[in-house]
């Protein structure tokens, strides 16, 4: 797994109402990537505006809860052929499973139990409401 967080000393915070989602470029280099193979996360907190280890400010029925979307979910309907730059992007309104919160803190890629090759991610942004 492959964790991007917002530090304590952002200049920016990124306000869940003003955030439109997450853009990435993916490329597996030599390896081809299935639409299996990984999911995307976007995690958030009702109690900071950056990433803090254990905040347990945003549940749904009393679990800690952000759905991991695989690549099928992101519009990616085939395999990623090696050396290929895929671009997701990840709109938090059509996340289904989503809770609520305040503030986006981090976004994570995970990889799928069995897959361990070389993942290449550039141009990681957040999309926001002008």
Not at 6 to 32: C, F, H, K
Request: no cysteine.
């Amino acid at each position: 797994m492959l964790f991007f967080s917002v530090l304590p000393n952002a200049r920016q915070t990124y306000l869940r109402d003003r955030v439109i989602g997450v853009s990435l470029w993916l490329n597996g280099g030599e390896n081809t990537i299935t639409t299996e193979d990984l999911m995307i996360t976007l995690v958030g907190s009702n109690a900071y505006a950056y990433g803090v280890s254990g905040d347990t400010s945003v549940t749904v029925n009393d679990q800690l809860f952000f759905s991991e979307t695989k690549l099928y979910d992101l519009g990616v309907n085939r395999p990623i052929p090696p050396n290929t730059w895929v671009e997701l992007v990840v709109y938090l309104d059509k996340l289904p499973y989503d809770p609520d919160y305040k503030y986006l803190t981090g976004i994570y890629v995970k990889n799928e139990k069995g897959f361990l090759k070389t993942v290449h991610i550039d141009y990681l942004s957040v999309l926001m409401v002008k």
